[in-house]
């Protein structure tokens, strides 16, 4: 197993266990989900609520968001590693700085936000999430000009109007990212406070 955690009671009762473990080679896109629970607790809805942070937010055919993890270490630096994704992000370092991508491996409590990872056929292959009322998303240059982030996308903005009380959600996009800006388009956001904004990969406002 490469990921494991316990499941308590309130009473700190350990009751059973979830994870990932390797089935090949220990790469985070060979993972398999399991689990045990102590049979005095079956029937409950314990296993089902434990796995929820493990699994599929949304699925698209062979896309999916699904919650981040710390096994979606190497996939993310690998991603923040690449100048045209860093370069239109806000907060990301670049070089990547492994102390931030291990601190964004760690999933986030739903009423934070989402922070989830996009995968194709099991492969990380970008992410994205909400920070606040503020949608984000990143992908790997091998997949632009596909429709995978405007479908990625317009099926997160309507996963937190239906599972959040937002009733507003926001985004930023550099003016020069025309793909982003054009994703932005196709999902009805609107330009509401032109402004400059701060990347800390460029090391200056944009």
Request: charged letters at 20%; proline letters at 4%.
């Amino acid at each position: 197993w490469t990921s494991t955690f316990a499941l308590r009671t309130k009473s700190r009762d350990f009751i059973g266990m979830v994870g990932f473990h390797s089935t090949t080679n220990g790469e985070a896109d060979d993972m398999s989900l399991g689990y045990a629970l102590h049979p005095d607790h079956w029937g409950r809805g314990y296993m089902s609520e434990a796995v929820k942070p493990m699994t599929n937010i949304f699925k698209i055919d062979d896309i999916a968001l699904r919650h981040v993890h710390s096994d979606d270490y190497n996939a993310l630096f690998a991603l923040n590693a690449i100048w045209d994704i860093v370069k239109n992000t806000g907060s990301w370092s670049y070089p990547p700085d492994p102390d931030q991508v291990r601190n964004r491996c760690t999933p986030i409590d739903a009423t934070d936000g989402i922070r989830g990872v996009i995968t194709h056929q099991g492969r990380v292959i970008g992410q994205a999430g909400l920070a606040g009322d503020m949608i984000y998303y990143a992908l790997h240059p091998e997949f632009w000009g596909q429709g995978i982030i405007t479908r990625v996308a317009r099926a997160l903005v309507e996963y937190a109007f239906c599972n959040t009380s937002l009733d507003v959600i926001t985004s930023g996009v550099y003016s020069d990212n025309p793909a982003s800006l054009r994703v932005m388009e196709k999902l009805g956001f609107r330009e509401i406070d032109p402004n400059t904004w701060y990347s800390r990969a460029r090391q200056g406002t944009v």
